[in-house]
T-cell receptor, first 124, second 110 residues
Framework: GAGVSQSPSNKVTEKGKDVELRCDPI?????LYWYRQRLGQGLEFLIY????????KSGLPSDRFSAERTGESVSTLTIQRTQQEDSAVYLC??????????????????????FGPGTRLTVL | RKEVEQDPGPFNVPEGATVAFNCTYS??????FFWYRQDCRKEPKLLMS???SGNEDGRFTAQLNRASQYISLLIRDSKLSDSATYLC???????????FGTGTRLKVLA
């Protein structure tokens, strides 16, 4: 089946402009994550959606960042008034469920995250 | 102390070599452990989960040491195609936040 898709794959914008990034998770996955990865750095958690529960936005770096998700489908991450330090790859991941289930493990385990190809954002 | 720590490398090894990476975690309540692989300018992809008793998938073996709070990844008979960054991921039961290490870079040389 289809994996996680993200659009656009690349986005170049001018400082001060707003951008909207889109994520289509794997069908049936209730959990959806957004991460940011700066060049040469690790993944930085931004926000988490689980089903119809209120999202955890504690990782969003500033109030210029916001995200929405419609039910258990598409999510959009919006960055307002972009700054040069926002330049990064924005990765979306989905999993069947978000909560770690212990060491049952294995491919396809409930808490395995599947990543989209990312959106590379460059702010000039 | 970082929640999840990895030696950034790079580990430069010849083809056919055996190489091992460790990853330490600080939260003793951690329950889920994974190794992901990330190729240059690509998204992370699951390599393997880490079981409490250790597990093997072909040339790859993962181990968990709860007492010392680290997980390891062993790669035998390294291939050129194994060159990538290996990310350690730790999850804690009761929370949905997974902590990613910054990765260990492996270069397998011909």
């Amino acid at each position: 089946g289809a994996g996680v898709s993200q659009s656009p794959s690349n986005k170049v914008t001018e400082k001060g402009k707003d951008v909207e990034l889109r994520c289509d998770p794997i069908s049936g996955h209730t959990a959806l994550y957004w991460y940011r990865q700066r060049l040469g750095q690790g993944l930085e958690f931004l926000i988490y959606f689980q089903g119809n529960s209120a999202p955890d936005k504690s990782g969003l770096p500033s109030d210029r960042f916001s995200a929405e998700r419609t039910g258990e489908s598409v999510s959009t991450l919006t960055i307002q008034r972009t700054q040069q330090e926002d330049s990064a790859v924005y990765l979306c991941a989905s999993s069947p469920s978000g909560s770690p289930r212990g060491l049952a493990g294995g491919r396809g385990a409930q808490d395995t995250q599947y990543f989209g190809p990312g959106t590379r954002l460059t702010v000039l | 102390r970082k929640e999840v720590e990895q030696d950034p490398g790079p580990f430069n090894v010849p083809e056919g070599a055996t190489v091992a990476f460790n990853c330490t975690y600080s939260n003793s309540a951690s329950q889920s452990f994974f190794w992901y692989r990330q190729d240059c300018r690509k998204e992370p992809k699951l390599l393997m989960s880490v079981y409490s008793s250790g597990n093997e998938d072909g040339r790859f073996t993962a181990q968990l040491n709860r007492a010392s709070q680290y997980i390891s990844l062993l790669i035998r008979d390294s291939k050129l195609s194994d060159s990538a960054t290996y990310l350690c991921v730790v999850g804690t039961s009761g929370t949905y936040k997974y902590i990613f290490g910054t990765g260990t870079r492996l270069k397998v040389l011909a």
